[in-house]
């Protein structure tokens, strides 16, 4: 990967544990987890199986209208393979009402794709509410760092294990903890509009991009990230533009004196 770290079994042994510890130390008696039926998802699913097991994982498979029939029939696999609990909500009823009240007939994809993650996040927190459980992320660093994901939506959760992973290194991890191949070569995609995916849309695949945002990361001049990386500097040059206009994305709620 370039200069990105590997993923070992001891990575593997450590999220288990950071994720049995957190449960433990929050008191609470169990995680809920928004399973889409993509990589981050059903690894985050599977790390959680391992860590407090599967009695303790509650899936929530929650389509709208735009979600492919095969994440039906995968969702389901994964979750009886692991054995966990699951559920199906349909959450376009409530986007349908949201936007409804907004008067949100001219919305973009990406408008619509937006509330619906956000009626996502309102399901699995109040489901988490009544079982006492926590609520599991499933972002990866890549997402994180592009601003990826919805604030509030997709975004919101009390535990992120995947945080400090980027796209690439989730694979890899992923066939450590024998994730099915189908799902590791599974196209990206958050599901906005049908037939969308994450690459097409950021105009990169996710090997380019890692390369970049680990240089980045290891502050590496630009001209050297395009060397290795084999990105134009003007596409490197977007890709720090995004990284920080989207840094609000990352950040808390900016109090007074933080200013």
Not at 153 to 176: F, H, I, S
Request: hydrophobic share 35%.
């Amino acid at each position: 990967m370039d200069g990105i770290p590997a993923v070992t079994q001891d990575d593997v042994n450590n999220l288990i544990s950071f994720v049995r510890n957190v449960v433990k130390k929050t008191n609470c008696s169990g995680v809920v987890i928004g399973l889409s039926g993509g990589l981050d998802s059903v690894v985050v699913t599977k790390l959680c199986v391992d860590a407090i097991g599967p009695d303790k994982v509650y899936n929530i498979f929650m389509p709208s209208r735009v979600t492919p029939g095969e994440d039906y029939m995968t969702t389901a696999e994964i979750s009886k393979v692991w054995s966990t609990e699951f559920s199906i909500i349909d959450i376009q009823p409530a986007v349908d009402s949201l936007q409804s009240v907004l008067l949100s007939t001219d919305d973009t994809a990406i408008d619509r794709g937006n509330i619906s993650s956000r009626c996502r996040m309102i399901v699995l927190y109040n489901q988490a509410r009544k079982r006492n459980y926590l609520v599991v992320g499933t972002s990866n660093q890549s997402e994180m760092m592009m601003g990826y994901f919805t604030k509030f939506g997709d975004g919101a959760c009390d535990v992120t294990p995947l945080a400090n992973m980027y796209k690439t290194q989730v694979r890899e991890l992923a066939k450590l903890i024998n994730v099915p191949e189908k799902i590791i070569i599974k196209p990206p995609c958050a599901g906005f509009w049908p037939g969308q995916t994450d690459e097409e849309e950021m105009q990169i695949t996710y090997e380019k991009l890692d390369k970049v945002l680990y240089g980045f990361e290891c502050d590496v001049r630009d001209k050297e990230i395009s060397s290795f990386s084999g990105v134009p500097i003007e596409k490197i040059r977007e890709i720090r533009r995004i990284v920080m206009i989207s840094a609000h994305k990352r950040m808390p709620p900016i109090r007074p004196e933080e200013q």
